[in-house]
């Protein structure tokens, strides 16, 4: 499904549940739109295993074919080992897809919200960071799965 | 009483006896060893996300801070200014966002699990967020709070009541601030906790500041034993947060 390098991704703008859960983080999550969430499908260019978060960078065609280096932003290394993610299931050259919730200031960068790795496992990014509101097809989940939070 | 045995003699084995007797009653477990969850906020990825055993600790939300006039007014500008500002999206950058830890009291709710060692004369607490780091001594005595280095996690010496663990801490540092209540240099912590059942610790902390506040400020914390858990590393080698130059806001690096 996204064995093309440079798959053209779908931005998929959909009106999702806003989601207010407990503030538990590094830092407040607002500065991300959580109601508007995309999907990316594109190449990773680098996986960073760190703190304060983990990140994804991720080389993604527009609506134009251009590609834009995103940076998605995941927890934190402590939170994704608990919910069952490892250091080194994702490698520079996988084809990913990820749902996000994009910054508001319009930069190439979002919150994870469930990725999709090349082997068809897909993984949440802890109940802090919130639910996906829509599917790896862009469409709404009513009464959206809530990634595991309680 | 023997000739060999002079009364300096009896004087040195008092010496060297009573650290020792000290240090048994100091070291004797009481069964905070291990790793807990904060209890009852809880949320996928941040502790055991396991079934907790049934429990009614009444832990009621932590209440507004006795603060004096002259700030109280100030305080709750503030945090509702944060909070206006936080729901347009634009979070106000603090010491999180700048990769700086909780300090005390914070850290003793901190956002993940932390780990309680008990060792002789000593008792030890690591919050695996930032990893925060305190020490709570047996045979030692609190400093001046005037006169306390400033410090996260300040200074706390502990002690034994029945079951429960007392402990007072000084020489917090100004600007690590609870709930963005500012304090004095000679605000004090006066911590008690105690074991509930073998599952649950409960934690009444209690601030006196006679500069700030015009009464004590007490609320209850809770945590949920985690027996399995093993605490992992935190450094925060990776941040792209930076505060707004013009809007001074939580930032992210995108390039």
Not at chain 1, 17 to 38: K, M, N, R, T
Not at chain 2, 127 to 133: K, P, S, T, W
Not at chain 2, 192 to 216: H, K, S
């Amino acid at each position: 499904m996204h064995s093309r390098k440079f798959r053209l991704c779908s931005y998929l703008l959909v009106t999702a549940l806003a989601w207010a859960g407990p503030g538990a983080s590094h830092h407040s999550f607002s500065p991300f739109e959580d109601e508007v969430q995309i999907v990316l499908s594109g190449t990773v260019t680098s996986f960073q295993w760190t703190n304060p978060h983990i990140y994804i960078e991720l080389d993604a065609a527009d609506e134009n074919g251009d590609i834009k280096n995103w940076l998605i932003e995941c927890a934190n290394t402590t939170i994704l080992n608990r919910v069952g993610w490892k250091w080194n299931m994702i490698k520079p050259g996988d084809e990913i897809l990820a749902i996000v919730a994009p910054l508001r200031n319009g930069e190439p960068a979002g919150l994870l919200k469930r990725v999709r790795l090349p082997d068809g496992a897909e993984h949440g990014n802890g109940g802090p960071a919130g639910p996906a509101s829509i599917d790896f097809d862009g469409n709404p989940l009513p009464g959206a799965d809530r990634g595991g939070e309680r | 009483m023997p000739k060999s045995v002079t009364p300096r003699v009896v004087a040195m084995i008092a010496l060297l006896a009573a650290p020792a007797m000290f240090a048994q009653e100091t070291s004797q477990l009481r069964g905070l060893n291990g790793s807990w969850e904060r209890w009852p906020s809880r949320s996928a990825g941040l502790g055991s996300d396991a079934a907790p055993p049934p429990v009614d600790l009444n832990i009621a939300p932590i209440p507004e801070p006795p603060l004096r006039p002259e700030y109280l007014d100030d305080w709750r500008a503030e945090r509702a200014e944060i909070q206006r500002l936080t729901e347009q999206g634009l979070p106000p950058a603090n010491n999180y966002s700048a990769c700086i830890g909780d300090g005390m009291p914070a850290m003793m709710q901190g956002m993940f699990p932390m780990e309680v060692l008990e060792t002789p004369g000593q008792i030890t607490i690591i919050q695996e967020a930032y990893n925060q780091v305190r020490r709570i001594y047996f045979d030692d005595e609190l400093p001046p709070a005037e006169d306390a280095e400033p410090r996260f996690a300040g200074h706390s010496v502990g002690r034994w009541e029945g079951d429960t663990l007392v402990v007072d801490t000084v020489g917090v540092k100004d600007y690590v601030e609870f709930q963005n209540v500012p304090h004095s240099h000679l605000m004090r912590i006066n911590e008690r906790l105690r074991l509930v059942g073998d599952d649950y610790m409960v934690n009444e902390v209690t601030i006196v500041d006679p500069e700030f506040l015009t009464a004590p400020w007490t609320w209850t914390w809770a945590y949920l034993r985690w027996p399995e858990y093993k605490i992992q590393e935190y450094i925060c080698e990776n941040n792209r947060y930076f505060r707004d130059p013009e809007l001074g806001y939580q930032r992210l690096r995108v390039d």
